[in-house]
């Protein structure tokens, strides 16, 4: 049975530079997710193409492929609103984390997945790779 999983951007930007610390980790995660829906927030999208944009060429591409092949979602002023709150009360977050994690209770996902140990207590679908 197919999954829904928000995925924070660490996750991405683990999977697309080998150079990364959790680049096998993430690898591995996004294998096994082959049949699952992949969902960016749209804060996420762009924080995922920002290294890839200084770079530019296969690196821009490969990450846009990526982001491509995950379903992005809008920031509506709903989900803003429901971030600031977030974040007022974990101040360990950044806002796109705190975007994120609304779009996760959002849609009910079933996961979100990220690297970030700050994450662990804030929601009940945080799955820490």
Same mark, same amino acid.
């Given at each position: 049975?197919?999954?829904? $999983?928000?995925?924070?951007?660490s996750?991405? $930007?683990?999977?697309?530079?080998?150079? =990364?610390? +959790? +680049?096998?980790a993430?690898? =591995?995660?996004?294998?096994?997710?082959?049949?699952?829906?992949?969902?960016?927030?749209?804060?996420?999208r762009?924080? $995922?193409?920002?290294g890839?944009?200084?770079?530019?060429?296969?690196?821009?591409?490969?990450?846009?492929? /990526?982001? =491509?092949?995950?379903?992005?979602?809008?920031?509506?002023?709903?989900?803003?609103?429901?971030?600031?709150?977030?974040?007022?009360? +974990?101040?360990?977050?950044?806002?796109?984390?705190?975007?994120?994690?609304?779009?996760?209770?959002?849609?009910? !996902?079933? !996961?979100?997945?990220? /690297?970030?140990?700050r994450?662990?207590?804030v +929601?009940?679908?945080?799955?820490?790779?």
């Amino acid at each position: 049975m197919a999954r829904l $999983i928000v995925l924070d951007a660490s996750v991405a $930007i683990a999977a697309l530079s080998a150079d =990364d610390a +959790h +680049h096998d980790a993430a690898v =591995d995660a996004l294998a096994g997710a082959s049949d699952d829906e992949l969902v960016l927030a749209a804060t996420t999208r762009a924080e $995922i193409l920002v290294g890839p944009a200084r770079v530019g060429g296969k690196a821009l591409a490969a990450a846009r492929d /990526f982001a =491509d092949g995950c379903e992005t979602i809008p920031v509506s002023a709903a989900i803003a609103n429901d971030a600031a709150a977030l974040k007022a009360h +974990h101040r360990g977050l950044s806002l796109p984390d705190a975007i994120a994690l609304v779009v996760a209770e959002m849609l009910d !996902a079933d !996961a979100v997945w990220t /690297f970030d140990r700050r994450w662990r207590d804030v +929601h009940q679908r945080v799955a820490i790779l």
